[in-house]
């Protein structure tokens, strides 16, 4: 294992800290071992693409997975893949695209939401924060498609749960339990996920000028209807005019896209389908397969709030709630404060962009939050802002004990990416 030493800023203040770079998963095992023998804290981290969201990190050591990197298994007749958690999305989607195939949850490229570049994140940074987008309401997050891992926990153990095969689900799900966890429970070292044909082509169906009500029932009969919609995204008349191309296919207006996927003649078919649905609810037109995917990857990467196209950093909340209750959510922000939204998920996901204040206007998300369901989670803020408030949503008192014994079970010693998730654990 290497050992290099880097300035980085901690709430204790800057100082040396020293990077393990693990080379294997036995470093990784090693790692942990020494850090509890140590009584010290290890951050894990892969390249870095997610590393601003979550609590500021209050450990001694920086623990580099990046170099456990390449893809083990690759079975493109049975669907599955195995990587090293360090390997980059990147590589692992073009090796699928070369196959026909895809990671059919669609995970989310945070680079250029974070002022970063895009392009950065890895197969585990994907998992281990539950990573999707748009599809995730009809093919779900990275969980769902989350076959086995091999990890490290906090006690200094490798461990490894689920297999190759799609069927095996004896035994814990731990996968469940692993996706979504930031690091908190166990570092993982290598992971299996399920892989899905590549659609043949795809077009968007698009409605023009609807508010934020009216898109939410123009979404929803798309999605109860028979043509098999797998995105529904709202862009309100300010938020379309940022995303690429959103200016030339808004015209100044809000724009509603409903998306299709899969072989030719099937998505022709389900378009004139679509709009027939939709005709009640206002004038379509239709975008057909490169135009479709550029406007849905800006989606997924909700381009329209990266600092480069706002020209400031904002604070931006994440929420999910009930599809039907999205609009009502971002009307009781906006209607306090200047915020501006997207809606994605048929409008179960809001994404909120603040203007600057001290606590990101924390309570009155929180509040909304409260009233009407669901989840918030502060994605971009500064350092001290996200010491300051709760990130992810604050649990009721039962889950936060549960929480704090998984936890415990997994990590005794809080030797794993301690706070980063909440202050307590």
């Given at each position: 294992?290497?050992?290099?030493?880097?300035h980085?800023?901690r709430?204790?203040?800057?100082?040396?800290?020293?990077t393990?770079?693990?080379?294997?998963?036995?470093?990784?095992?090693?790692?942990?071992?020494s850090?509890?023998?140590?009584?010290?804290?290890?951050?894990?981290?892969g390249?870095?693409?997610?590393?601003?969201?979550?609590?500021?990190?209050?450990t001694?050591?920086?623990?580099?997975?990046?170099?456990?990197?390449?893809?083990?298994?690759?079975?493109?007749?049975?669907?599955?893949?195995s990587?090293k958690?360090g390997?980059?999305?990147?590589?692992?989607?073009?090796?699928?695209a070369?196959?026909?195939?895809?990671?059919?949850?669609?995970?989310?490229?945070?680079?250029?939401?974070?002022?970063?570049?895009?392009?950065?994140?890895?197969?585990?940074g994907?998992?281990?924060?539950?990573?999707?987008?748009?599809?995730?309401?009809?093919?779900?997050a990275?969980?769902?498609?989350?076959?086995?891992?091999?990890?490290?926990s906090?006690?200094?153990?490798?461990?490894?749960?689920?297999?190759?095969?799609?069927?095996n689900?004896?035994g814990?799900?731990?996968?469940?339990?692993?996706?979504g966890?930031?690091?908190?429970?166990?570092?993982?070292t290598?992971?299996?996920?399920?892989?899905l044909?590549?659609?043949?082509?795809?077009?968007?169906?698009?409605?023009?000028?609807?508010d934020?009500?009216?898109?939410t029932?123009a979404?929803?009969?798309?999605?109860?209807?028979?043509?098999?919609?797998s995105?529904?995204?709202?862009?309100?008349a300010?938020?379309?005019?940022?995303?690429?191309m959103?200016a030339?296919?808004?015209?100044?207006?809000?724009?509603?896209?409903?998306?299709?996927?899969g072989?030719?003649?099937?998505?022709?078919?389900?378009?004139?389908?679509?709009?027939?649905?939709?005709r009640?609810?206002?004038?379509t037109?239709?975008?057909?397969?490169?135009?479709s995917?550029r406007?849905w990857?800006?989606?997924?990467?909700?381009?329209?709030?990266a600092?480069?196209?706002?020209?400031?950093?904002?604070?931006?909340?994440?929420?999910?709630?009930?599809?039907?209750?999205?609009?009502?959510?971002?009307?009781?922000?906006?209607?306090?404060?200047?915020?501006?939204?997207?809606?994605?998920?048929?409008?179960?996901?809001?994404?909120?962009?603040?203007p600057?204040?001290?606590?990101?206007?924390?309570?009155?998300v929180?509040?909304?939050v409260?009233?009407?369901?669901?989840?918030?989670t502060?994605?971009?803020g500064?350092?001290?802002?996200?010491?300051a408030?709760?990130?992810?949503?604050?649990?009721?008192?039962?889950?936060?004990?549960?929480?704090?014994?998984?936890?415990?079970?997994?990590?005794?010693?809080?030797v794993?990416?301690?706070?980063?998730?909440?202050?307590?654990?």
């Open positions: 294992m290497q050992t290099d030493q880097t980085q800023g709430r204790r203040g800057a100082h040396m800290t020293d393990l770079k693990a080379r294997d998963a036995k470093d990784v095992e090693n790692a942990v071992q850090a509890l023998g140590e009584g010290r804290a290890l951050e894990i981290l390249h870095g693409s997610k590393r601003a969201i979550g609590r500021p990190p209050r001694d050591l920086m623990l580099d997975l990046s170099a456990l990197s390449g893809v083990t298994l690759y079975e493109p007749e049975e669907l599955v893949l990587a958690a390997t980059p999305l990147s590589e692992i989607e073009a090796l699928l070369q196959r026909g195939q895809r990671l059919a949850f669609e995970p989310m490229d945070y680079g250029l939401l974070l002022g970063s570049s895009s392009g950065r994140g890895t197969i585990g994907t998992i281990a924060t539950n990573l999707s987008g748009p599809r995730r309401i009809t093919a779900g990275a969980r769902d498609h989350l076959l086995g891992f091999s990890a490290v906090g006690r200094g153990e490798t461990f490894k749960s689920g297999g190759r095969v799609v069927k689900v004896t814990y799900d731990f996968c469940k339990l692993m996706a966890s930031w690091g908190t429970l166990a570092a993982m290598e992971v299996t996920v399920k892989t044909p590549r659609p043949e082509t795809e077009a968007t169906v698009l409605v023009s000028g609807l934020d009500a009216a898109a029932r979404m929803a009969a798309a999605m109860g209807s028979t043509c098999e919609v995105g529904a995204a709202h862009l309100p300010g938020t379309a005019e940022r995303f690429p959103g030339a296919l808004a015209a100044g207006r809000a724009l509603t896209a409903m998306r299709l996927e072989v030719a003649p099937s998505v022709a078919h389900r378009v004139a389908a679509l709009q027939a649905v939709l009640p609810h206002g004038d037109a239709m975008i057909d397969d490169m135009v995917r406007l990857t800006a989606i997924r990467d909700v381009a329209a709030f600092p480069s196209r706002t020209g400031q950093d904002q604070p931006l909340w994440r929420v999910s709630t009930t599809p039907g209750k999205g609009h009502e959510l971002a009307a009781r922000v906006a209607g306090e404060i200047e915020a501006e939204v997207l809606y994605d998920w048929a409008g179960g996901l809001v994404w909120i962009a603040m600057a204040a001290a606590d990101a206007a924390a309570g009155l929180r509040a909304a409260r009233a009407l369901g669901g989840h918030a502060l994605v971009r500064s350092a001290l802002l996200r010491a408030v709760d990130v992810f949503e604050p649990q009721e008192a039962g889950l936060a004990a549960l929480t704090k014994r998984v936890k415990e079970s997994f990590d005794p010693k809080g794993l990416n301690p706070g980063r998730m909440w202050a307590q654990v």
